[in-house]
């Protein structure tokens, strides 16, 4: 018998995750209802069921390292030796893209904060801790902008 490839994904018909796939010949269609629809609205899903498609997701894309990783424990089991007549997707909804788009804004922000640390540490190259500050306060440096180049990043 050949696999059958599923992908749990929203459904605008049935307003749930359900198993979607694509017949020979066909459109992408819900398994339950038969709705051909691929497009829809991050926001037209309730949070609780974004949230438990996201667990789904995660856990089945642990599932895959976890049998990949077993298969090289144990050479005489393959995970390419999928034995199963059924393969669920689990869709991500995009959190992989939205998760690496806020890694990389996070990475920018640090990056941005270690510039501007070491700007102004050469700028108050030389100054000991106990020397008056070089912004012309009056204050020890320790007292005045060191504390403020130190907060800029730990």
């Known amino acids: 018998m050949p696999t059958k490839h599923y992908t ?6 049935c307003k749930d ?15 339950e209802c038969g709705d051909t629809s691929k497009t829809f609205l991050i926001s037209d899903i309730p949070k609780e069921k ?5 667990q789904r997701w995660k856990k089945s894309k642990s599932d895959r390292i976890g049998a990949i990783y077993g298969s090289f424990l144990n050479p005489r089991t393959s995970f390419w030796d999928e034995k199963s007549e059924i393969i669920i997707t689990e869709d991500d909804l ?11 804004k996070e990475k920018a922000e640090r990056q941005l904060k270690i510039e501007e640390r070491d700007n ?6 030389g100054l000991t801790r106990n020397d008056k500050c070089g912004c012309g306060s009056g204050l020890k ?3 005045c902008c060191l504390p403020k180049i130190n907060e800029i990043i730990k």
Do not use: D
């Not at 749990?8 to 018909?13: A, L, Y």
């Not at 974004?50 to 996201?54: D, L, N, P, R, T």
């Open 8 to 13: 749990r994904t929203w459904c605008n018909s």
């Open 17 to 31: 995750f359900t198993l979607h796939h694509t017949p020979f010949g066909l459109e992408f269609q819900c398994k």
């Open 50 to 54: 974004y949230v438990e498609q996201i």
């Open 94 to 104: 995009g959190y992989e893209k939205i998760r690496y788009e806020n890694r990389a």
């Open 120 to 125: 102004l540490k050469a700028k108050y190259s």
């Open 141 to 143: 440096f320790k007292n």
